[in-house]
């Protein structure tokens, strides 16, 4: 087994590689980050890792994995036996692919426009969420994770109106019940929130 060096910030987009670390259950240490602090003023060890100075950030073996999608992909092709990728099914593998990137690319930049922008973006996710239980349909994966930690961050800063984005409460719900979920929640708030 490598050996991982976890960098993360409560809360941050770094929750939802530190749930996947739950789910396969890897041993890894953690570091934490502070967003507060400017970039500049960041451990330099941890800049001279990222010069973005984002997380997540991991570092496996000497390797330094950076982006949420990449390291949740990374975690889910390491841990087969944790079904967290729908490997060798192309059609299932392309919707995941498409599901993170609207996620990274859309979804994430949306909160920091307001309500009302961000309404419309997370109602297009409630939308093709749909009523199934999970992003691909019947199976739970990586897309989940990712999709989860986007909507946990907005509907707790924003608040949006109970009922208005009932797929994606529903789906919420679904998630904040695996164990996996629950153990990355209780250590982040034992950590302490620290988000800007
Ligand atoms: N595209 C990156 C976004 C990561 C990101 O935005 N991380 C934020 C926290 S949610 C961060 O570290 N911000 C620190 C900064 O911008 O100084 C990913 O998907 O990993």
Wanted: charged fraction near 20%; charge should be neutral.
């Amino acid at each position: 087994m490598a050996s991982l060096i976890f960098y993360l910030s409560p809360g941050a987009s770094s929750m939802a590689p530190h749930i996947a670390l739950h789910e396969v259950g890897e041993t890894f240490e953690s570091r934490v980050v502070s967003l507060k602090q400017k970039r500049e003023a960041r451990p330099a060890e941890f800049l001279a890792l990222n010069p973005e100075g984002k997380v997540p950030t991991l570092v496996a073996d000497g390797t330094v994995l950076t982006e949420v999608a990449a390291i949740l992909y990374w975690l889910a092709r390491r841990h087969p036996e944790a079904n967290l990728w729908p490997a060798g099914d192309l059609a299932a593998e392309t919707r995941a692919i498409s599901w993170m990137s609207f996620i990274a690319a859309t979804v994430h930049p949306a909160r920091a426009r307001g309500l009302d922008y961000a309404m419309q973006i997370f109602g297009i996710a409630d939308q093709r969420l749909g009523k199934h239980d999970w992003a691909l349909g019947a199976r739970y994966s990586i897309a989940d994770i990712h999709l989860f930690r986007l909507y946990w961050r907005f509907a707790n800063a924003l608040k949006p109106p109970v009922g208005s984005l009932p797929n994606l409460e529903a789906h919420h719900e679904r998630m904040m019940a695996r164990p996996a979920v629950r153990k990355t929640i209780e250590i982040e708030t034992a950590i302490g929130y620290d988000l800007p």
